[in-house]
């Protein structure tokens, strides 16, 4: 049976407000007529444009996300955006612990957890990022850090709430332009570990959550890793930010998957 797939992008510290909405426009008009029941996409801009965004996007064909948020509605937290101001926005996912906010900014998995919660709480669909890095690999220890960053990330979170939940593993030394992408095997050998966690936390439920990979994701390793039976989309920073570009490594992904699940 053929899955739906997941493809997204986080835009970074990148694109002012008209460029965010010219590109979220563009995205819109070349793929409006791949179906929503076979796709699910979505894009996460810089705050600054997120009201623009949502102005001027029907989420029912790009769900719009927000790059952090803080865990409490309100309080002395200077410099944070509170869940509170996002449902404001009418944005519908919220992504927590990219690479970048790890760090770079030295977040810690029980301050994703609390995070997860709170978007969880407040009904975002909820795309928790973990990944190893580059000495953690090299130790040997990549799937202990993925179960670590899971099991404290999931911590007390009911599996009732799955379907809010999405993962993007996304291995720290494959993530932008000093990035070496994972090969289609090893991504593919550490969603298996994630998926076999997920059921670990929640049990059965767990078994419906996308697990996306990230990480140097471009037009030549796509098709490869979208076939890959434990991968169910592909989050893409740099090789997405052309719409156009974008587009058609959507549409030969897509191809490739189809073409692969007839085999
Ligand atoms: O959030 C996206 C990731 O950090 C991947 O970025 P990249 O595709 O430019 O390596």
Redesign the pocket.
Known sequence: MQKKLYFG??L?MYKNIQDTVTYLQDLVSYTKDISREEIELFIIPSYTSLESATKNIEQSYIKIGAQNMCWEDEGQFTGEISPLMLKELGISLVMIG???RRHVFGETDSEENKKVKAALNHGFTTLL?IGETAGEKDFGISTEVLRTQLKIGFHDVPASQTKNIWVAY?PVW???VN?TPASADYAESMHKEIKKALLEIFGDAGKDIPVLY????NPGNADELIIQPSIDGL?????AWQADKFNTLIRNAKATYEENSRL
């Open positions: 992008s986080n970074k990219h690479s970048e990022c996304e494959s993530i932008g990035g990230g990480g140097s994701v989050f893409t920073g740099r090789a």
